[in-house]
């Protein structure tokens, strides 16, 4: 079955303490992000990367950072969680332009 | 600044056909996609306008017009499990993606 899949599904976590949420699509697509999503603020772009070494920024960098060593797996890192990072995360991967994004069941994080 | 303006709530009853629309401002853009969430559940991609004009997927279609700064999702024959929210988004030739605010729609029997 062609998916995302990120984990964990749910993760509480203290002040400080570095984590990493994993994401890996198996559709060898070349595009994946990292979105953010908030009550009121809709779905924000964190990074997004168009190939294997290749990534960006995206609305909301601050505070993570990604790595895209292999085509399907795009981590998400959060080297010094603080509570405003308390959020909704959802990782999708896309073929390209067009062809729409297929979106990871989501990681509920609280930081305490 | 980049923004897209969607309304925050529509309803509507089974069997009723629904307009969502959505404004922007921001240029330079590739395409306007479109993306249902229900409560809980994660966004699944519906539509995708690169050029002005309609297109349609079954009951669903989406409209684009650059010149209007202005694109909409139109739903037929609405059914109940069509209740979940909605959001625009553009992206770019660098595959940044910029989410509206999202609609939640809710269809009454």
């Known amino acids: 079955e062609a998916q995302v899949t990120q984990n964990p599904r749910y993760l509480i976590t203290v002040t400080g303490k570095k984590l990493t949420v994993t994401c890996s699509q198996n559709?060898?697509?070349?595009?994946m992000s990292w979105y953010r999503q908030d009550p009121g603020l809709g779905l924000r772009q964190i990074y997004y990367s168009m190939n294997v070494e290749v990534t960006d920024k995206g609305d909301v960098p601050e505070g993570y950072k990604v790595s895209r060593k292999e085509k399907r797996n795009f981590p998400l890192i959060l080297e010094s969680p603080s509570p405003n990072q308390t959020s909704l995360y959802f990782c999708a991967s896309s073929s390209g332009q067009g062809g729409g994004y297929t979106f990871g069941s989501g990681t509920r994080l609280t930081v305490v | 600044g980049q923004s897209l303006e969607q309304p925050s709530e529509v309803t509507a009853v089974e069997g009723a056909i629904v307009q969502i629309n959505c404004t922007y401002q921001t240029s330079g853009f590739y395409g306007l996609s479109w993306y249902q969430q229900h409560d809980g559940g994660a966004p699944t991609f519906l539509s995708y306008n690169a050029l002005d004009g309609l297109e349609e997927t079954g009951r669903f279609s989406s409209f684009l017009s650059r010149s209007d700064s202005y694109g909409y999702l139109l739903l037929q024959e609405l059914q109940m499990k069509d209740s979940a929210s909605y959001f625009c988004?553009?992206?770019?030739?660098?595959?940044?993606?910029?989410f509206g605010t999202g609609t939640r729609l809710q269809v009454f029997p």
């Open positions: 559709m060898n697509h070349e595009y």
């Open positions: 988004a553009v992206s770019f030739n660098t595959d940044k993606l910029i």
